[in-house]
């Protein structure tokens, strides 16, 4: 198994835990993607991966790499009209250029609870 392929099944699997738990019981995903960026994270670091948690303007996602070589991996993506559930995609994609704040995992809980202190609380990861 290649890193994408492994990287894609551990996406994969997080979108299938979040279509059952839903912030808002909505199939694109509304509400959850900085839980399911958080999860993600979490379950690359157990896979040696050195994922960073990140975010724009109203939009949480996951990067790996660095420069030209930076991969973004979303799951929640679907909720801004995009049809594949699981997107994996480089970093000049547009969509994820204006990376407003971001926190290599793991990280302090209180780091990321500051992160997205102004999210609504459902929408939080921790």
């Given at each position: 198994?290649?890193?994408?392929?492994?990287?894609?099944?551990i996406a994969t699997r997080v979108r299938g835990w979040a279509e059952k738990?839903?912030?808002?019981?909505?199939?694109?995903?509304?509400?959850?993607?900085?839980?399911?960026?958080?999860?993600?994270?979490?379950?690359?670091t157990r896979h040696g991966y050195r994922p960073k948690l990140?975010?724009?303007?109203?939009?949480?996602?996951?990067?790996?790499?660095?420069?030209k070589q930076r991969i973004v991996v979303d799951v929640t993506a679907t909720q801004f009209d995009h049809t594949e559930k699981v997107v994996i995609t480089n970093l000049i994609d547009k969509w994820y250029w204006k990376i407003t704040?971001?926190?290599?995992?793991?990280?302090?809980?209180?780091?990321?609870?500051?992160?997205f202190h102004a999210w609504p609380l459902e929408q939080r990861p921790i």
């Open positions: 198994m290649t890193s994408t392929d492994e990287i894609r099944a738990r839903s912030v808002y019981e909505r199939s694109d995903l509304t509400g959850m993607c900085a839980i399911c960026s958080y999860r993600i994270g979490r379950l690359l990140c975010m724009n303007k109203n939009h949480a996602f996951i990067t790996l790499g660095r420069g704040d971001g926190v290599r995992l793991p990280a302090d809980r209180k780091r990321i609870q500051k992160m």
